[in-house]
């Protein structure tokens, strides 16, 4: 048996546990970065993205330098974590949002002695 019972100090434990949670949580970082870092390729692409575009389309947003993309040779590449932060962009902004910026602009406007509302 690899088991040991002994007296441990209260520090002691702390350090222990601290320490191991530490390791867990590089150990997930590190896993975490490796799946986001995956490539793909332009059939992986479009069976990745939600809407499911045809390569057609995917080809077109290329063209037009709306999706980001990476090119060796003839071939298009794709990077999962940069393909989700371009989805994440894509968001549509709510009317509250738009209404605080709005507020935010107008207030930096008065500030500057701008035009008054």
């Not at 209260?10 to 867990?24: F, H, P, V």
């Not at 947003?61 to 894509?90: A, C, M, R, T």
Request: proline content about 4%; some cysteine.
């Amino acid at each position: 048996m690899d088991y040991l019972l002994s007296p441990i100090r209260l520090n002691e434990l702390e350090i222990l546990i601290q320490n191991s949670l530490e390791k867990a949580l590089k150990n997930q970082s590190n896993i975490s970065s490796i799946i986001e870092d995956k490539w793909l390729d332009l059939n992986g692409l479009c069976a990745y993205l939600p809407d499911k575009p045809v390569k057609p389309t995917v080809y077109t947003w290329v063209h037009n330098s709306i999706i980001p993309y990476h090119k060796k040779g003839k071939k298009l590449f794709f990077l999962k974590s940069e393909i989700d932060q371009w989805l994440k962009e894509g968001r549509k902004k709510t009317k509250f949002d738009i209404k605080e910026e709005a507020d935010l602009h107008l207030s930096k406007l008065r500030k500057k002695g701008g035009r008054q509302c």
